[in-house]
């Protein structure tokens, strides 16, 4: 795979079952890889599992289902799915890069971005709030625990 999550990746939204697209701040890249492909891949990538984040998630929060997951904890990169991640339109958001979102209709939210980007996509406002927030807990715990240790 010739693409990996950072600092700047906003989104990651399916094209299909095998291509991605992939947000940046100022660039947008197609990946010849499913969405969930490149999350194992980026969770690997920084030393860990995708299975391994979930659990971590589950053991901080006792999230079993949509999990928002630390893909690398120096930098804080957390990202949240808007379904299932085994759902092929699953698209994974960035939380640090969210400016503000709205309710575009009853199944659909508008996300923009810290650099004036915007995205719809298919979830509720208040599934898309719920997301926020336990992606939100899960750096406040990451940000506890790691200051408790000096880290930063």
């Not at 999350?39 to 979930?54: A, V």
């Not at 927030?133 to 940000?143: D, P």
Request: with cysteine; glycine share 4%.
């Amino acid at each position: 795979m010739d693409y990996e999550i950072n600092y700047d990746t906003q989104a990651i939204i399916p094209i299909s079952e095998t291509s991605c697209k992939v947000l940046e701040n100022n660039e947008k890249y197609i990946i010849n890889s499913s969405v969930l492909s490149l999350m194992e891949h980026s969770c690997e990538y920084f030393g860990s599992s995708f299975t391994g984040r979930k659990e971590g998630t589950k053991k901080l929060l006792g999230i079993t289902h949509k999990s928002p997951i630390i893909v690398e904890e120096s930098r804080k990169i957390i990202f949240f799915p808007t379904t299932s991640p085994d759902n092929i339109e699953c698209v994974w958001i960035n939380l640090e890069k969210i400016d503000k979102y709205y309710r575009v209709s009853s199944k659909k939210s508008e996300i923009l971005f810290k650099n004036g980007n915007r995205i719809t996509i298919n979830i509720s406002y208040g599934s898309l709030s719920n997301q926020i927030l336990r992606s939100t807990r899960l750096k406040y715990i990451l940000e506890e625990r790691t200051e408790k240790k000096g880290v930063f």
